[in-house]
């Protein structure tokens, strides 16, 4: 018995059918790209305010932290002529006692920004151990004391130790001054 032939019923399709259906593809590819296109706008985006959240400025030492120490450090060594007062204590300093001045300064501006608990402030350390942050207000807050010493010319006439102990005296002073001002401000 023959083999009775299916009947294979295919649909033609015709031109204009297969033009609409391409451009319904070409619509919907179209619509992929530019849904694409937004996620990848979305995801950058998305990846910039992780940075701005993750970043606290505390965690970075720039220009305006030098700024602001050398604002606050100059304001606590000239408020009430501190300045002055250090110089004549200076003059019954010894040599051991102006260095255990100039560490205590040292030690309460890392109580002051580290310790205080105004805001968290990420520690960057220099060679493993010297946090970063309070060693440059450090330094800022003496250079400050001694360009003020400098310009009212009571180190005009005085020995590298005398100033090393005026320096000293006026020490703690600047470095609240500087300490306070890097913990002012939003940011």
């Known amino acids: 018995m023959p083999k009775k032939k299916k009947s294979s019923k295919k649909?033609?399709?015709?031109?204009?059918?297969?033009k609409r259906i391409e451009k319904k593809?070409?619509?919907?590819?179209?619509?992929?790209?530019e849904q694409a296109d937004s996620?990848?706008?979305l995801e950058e985006d998305l990846e910039e305010i992780k940075k701005?959240?993750?970043?606290?400025p505390l965690k970075k030492i720039t220009v305006k932290d030098f700024g602001k120490a050398l604002i606050g450090s100059f304001i606590g060594v000239t408020s009430h002529f501190v300045f002055l007062e250090g110089a004549h204590f200076a003059d019954n300093l010894t040599?051991?006692?102006?260095?255990?001045?100039?560490?205590?300064?040292?030690?309460?501006?890392?109580?002051?920004?580290?310790?205080?608990?105004?805001k968290k402030v990420k520690q960057i350390r220099l060679l493993s151990f010297i946090p970063a942050r309070i060693t440059l207000i450090y330094i800022v807050a003496l250079s400050v004391t001694?360009?003020?010493?400098?310009?009212?010319?009571?180190?005009?006439?005085s020995s590298a130790i005398l100033i090393y102990k005026q320096v000293a005296a006026?020490?703690?002073?600047?470095?609240?001054?500087?300490s306070a001002?890097?913990?002012?401000?939003?940011e």
């Open 11 to 18: 649909k033609k399709i015709t031109p204009p059918i297969l």
């Open 25 to 33: 593809l070409d619509s919907i590819l179209r619509r992929e790209r």
């Open 39 to 41: 996620d990848e706008d």
């Open 52 to 56: 701005d959240l993750e970043g606290s």
């Open 95 to 118: 040599t051991a006692r102006a260095s255990w001045l100039l560490i205590v300064a040292y030690v309460v501006g890392l109580i002051f920004i580290y310790a205080a608990g105004f």
């Open 146 to 157: 001694f360009f003020v010493l400098y310009i009212y010319g009571i180190t005009a006439h």
């Open 170 to 178: 006026v020490s703690i002073p600047a470095i609240i001054g500087a």
């Open 181 to 186: 001002a890097d913990l002012i401000g939003h």
